[in-house]
């Protein structure tokens, strides 16, 4: 079993103990990792930053959770995360053999490894999914699994929020999935419950619990997902105030309630929830990409406070003030401040053809984080704007290249 670090001792009965009394957080078969003899895997669905400490508050064992690299270069991050807690790095998008090595290791050991197979937050309570190289790292560590789900994290907090709501969060732990039943499943099997258990959905969750989450702005942050209006197919056009969603250019307006529904006030929105929506803007993402000429911004351009580039364990700022364009090609960095730099000389004009970024994820509600070539960046624009378009165009160009190589049409 984890040998739990001295901080962890000292954090959980205090630290802890607040953390979860003061987020109104109740367990439900906790018991159940106390009965299991390590080494175990601990996976769960991934919705609220402090997910990991939730957990970790709760259990009755220490838990070494698989955490994303770049918090490793952050200093005093890095120190209380590596050394405090023993995460281990994995940097997210990207294969990692070193990770799985390392996780390897303490299992090895007889430890208790904790990971969210989804790899990033949801952005609208649904399932992010993953592929079958969870399956398939489940099958070769031949450990115990256990499977947390976290009903209610993503509604005390959404991902695009800036503030917290009141409501009750429940970590339901799962019966273990032993070695001698995953042993017996073929990989599709074993990939199937996986997603099954872990693919939690708050949509469908709050249906059957119909439990409030109250907060006097509901909706404020949610431009950071919704980036196309459904009435009048303006990009970037969507604003929020309390719990009020309009769109600037043609002023259809919708209210969130306490049950995260949308209440028509203005124009003609049929959609119930955000999920709906975000379904719908995906949909119509993947058109765009289809039809639009490779010069045509597909988005009005947005603000960057902040460019990046990773340099060995460590992040070098490049600029602080930049405007950032997206085309189907490409997204491109223009520089304002155009100061002198041992990186980047007086270069004003940064591409990123996407041919050539071979990962890009999203760091917290603002930043991502995108490898082309070898080449770490990190890009983060002004608060308010929505940075998971790009990811999401990404995909949806990935997504293109796919369908021809194979010969199917989208």
Not at 107 to 112: A, D, I, Q, S, T
Not at 227 to 244: F, H, Q, R, V
Not at 257 to 270: A, L, M, P, W, Y
């Amino acid at each position: 079993m984890s040998k739990t670090p001295l901080f962890i001792k000292i954090a959980r009965p205090t630290y802890g103990a607040y953390l979860l009394r003061r987020n109104h957080v109740e367990t439900v078969g906790m018991e159940l990792l106390s009965q299991l003899k390590g080494p175990f895997l601990v996976l769960g669905n991934h919705t609220h930053t402090l997910d990991a400490f939730f957990i970790s508050a709760a259990s009755p064992v220490h838990i070494r959770w698989v955490a994303g690299a770049y918090l490793f270069k952050l200093r005093f991050v890095k120190t209380m995360v590596s050394r405090w807690i023993g995460g281990i790095s994995k940097q997210q998008g990207r294969s990692d053999f070193q990770t799985i090595r390392d996780i390897s290791a303490a299992l090895k050991n007889g430890e208790v490894v904790g990971l969210f197979p989804e790899g990033t937050r949801t952005w609208d309570g649904e399932p992010v999914g993953f592929d079958e190289a969870t399956a398939k790292l489940v099958r070769m560590f031949k450990v115990p699994v256990v499977i947390v789900n976290l009903e209610g994290g993503y509604l005390l907090k959404p991902r695009w929020s800036d503030t917290s709501r009141k409501g009750t969060v429940t970590l339901r732990v799962l019966p273990p999935l032993m070695p001698e039943t995953i042993k017996t499943m073929k990989l599709a099997e074993l990939m199937a419950y996986l997603q099954q258990h872990i693919g939690f959905s708050h949509q469908e969750w709050q249906k059957k619990t119909h439990r409030p989450f109250k907060n006097k702005a509901k909706a404020k942050g949610l431009e950071r997902v919704l980036y196309i209006c459904p009435d009048c197919g303006a990009k970037s056009s969507i604003k929020t105030e309390k719990n009020l969603i309009t769109c600037t250019h043609c002023n259809m307006t919708v209210q969130l309630d306490e049950f995260e529904q949308f209440v028509s006030i203005k124009g003609n929105n049929t959609f119930k929830n955000l999920p709906q929506w975000h379904t719908w803007e995906i949909g119509q993402l993947h058109n765009l990409v289809l039809t639009a000429k490779k010069e045509t911004l597909l988005f009005p351009p947005d603000r960057g406070v902040l460019l990046q580039i990773g340099l060995g364990q460590t992040l070098v700022t490049l600029s602080k003030d930049f405007e950032v364009t997206l085309t189907k090609d490409a997204i491109t960095i223009h520089r304002q401040d155009r100061n002198d730099s041992k990186i980047m000389g007086n270069e004003e004009t940064i591409v990123f053809p996407f041919d050539n970024i071979q990962s890009m994820i999203i760091n917290a509600k603002s930043t991502i984080e995108l490898y082309r070539g070898e080449e770490l960046y990190r890009i983060r624009i002004e608060k308010g704007s929505s940075i998971l378009k790009y990811t999401e165009t990404y995909a949806a160009i990935k997504k293109q290249i796919q369908s021809l190589k194979s010969g199917v049409c989208t």
